[in-house]
């Protein structure tokens, strides 16, 4: 019996971490969607907020590789989770159909969460390298106007426009589940909240990744090509 109890208190505090880092996340995420926002509204917001972030201490180096851990973290837990999940199940019913049980998205957290993956490597690799090179390996003088062209830079190629805009849907696709599932691990159930929650994260889900794609698109629109 207490070996049982064990293992359950081991896994539910497993979904729970799972979820607090989910929910880091998706703070993180309304933050960087609003700065990223200006871009469209105004350049000098923009790189005001930018310059902000960029060359804040606290920011670059306290919060920043909390950010890293959070996002590794989640992802290997996720992976965790989606492992013992299938070994919990090795034989699958013969008479099994997922849709009737559980929705797409539900069913493919794990694949929306490599591309996902996979685009972070590629963001990674793509603006934050080259800020580091900037700042700290070639040591150039700060420059507080430089991020609106950087960001028009970057959206001016087609492929990687697309390749954002494809990221997002799959963020989105996650969000879908994601956003709910965070918010009932840490206990979020009760029936009074339960709707609002759900109707908040569906939204979320949608407007976020949606607001992304539009920044990219508005700036390969309206860039100097």
């Known amino acids: 019996m207490s070996t049982n109890s064990g293992l359950l208190s081991s896994s539910i505090a497993r979904k729970f971490a799972m979820a607090l880092s989910a929910l880091f996340l998706i703070v993180f995420l309304l933050q960087h969607f609003i700065i990223n926002f200006t871009s469209v509204i105004s350049e ?25 851990f959070g996002v590794v973290f989640h992802f290997i837990m996720g992976f965790i989770l989606e492992a013992r999940n299938r070994g919990a199940r090795p034989q699958k019913y013969a008479m099994y159909k997922g849709s009737a049980n559980s929705s ?12 996902i993956l996979g685009f972070l490597a590629f963001h990674l690799w793509d603006f934050w390298l080259p800020e580091m090179n900037y700042k700290y390996v070639q040591g150039n003088p700060e420059d507080p106007t430089r991020y609106f062209g950087e960001v028009q830079h970057m959206f001016a190629n087609p492929i990687r426009v697309i390749v954002y805009c494809l990221s997002f849907v799959f963020l989105a696709l996650h969000l879908l589940h994601g956003f709910q599932s965070a918010f ?15 109707a908040f994260g569906k939204w979320y889900a949608i407007l976020i990744p949606a ?15």
């Open 211 to 225: 607001g992304f794609i539009f920044i990219a698109v508005f700036h390969f629109l309206n860039g100097n090509h």
């Open 44 to 68: 000098d917001a923009f790189n005001s907020s930018s310059h902000f972030m960029g060359t804040n201490p606290l920011i670059q180096f306290v919060m920043q590789p909390i950010l890293m």
């Open 184 to 198: 009932q691990s840490i206990g979020a159930r009760h029936p009074k909240y339960t709707p609002a929650i759900k």
């Open 104 to 115: 797409w998205m539900s069913r493919n957290m794990i694949w929306s969460g490599l591309f």
